[in-house]
């Protein structure tokens, strides 16, 4: 997950060339906003909560 104004392509673009391969997440996906908790942490359960919803469209989906 990021946030930016970089498209989903262009960001996978710039991973690719700073990471060695095994370190390459499997998906890049952007949000307009990280979701945070009300002390200013990033919400890991929510963050689950989309992935998860976002599973099916992923399903057998592998990029790398």
Do not use: A
Request: proline fraction near 6%; include cysteine.
């Amino acid at each position: 997950f990021y946030t930016g104004d970089r498209e989903e392509r262009e960001t996978e673009k710039e991973i690719k060339s700073s990471l060695p391969r095994y370190m390459l997440p499997h998906r890049v996906v952007k949000l307009t906003e990280m979701p945070m908790t009300p002390n200013g942490k990033i919400d890991r359960k929510t963050l689950g909560e989309i992935r998860k919803t976002r599973r099916t469209k992923w399903k057998n989906c592998w990029r790398y």
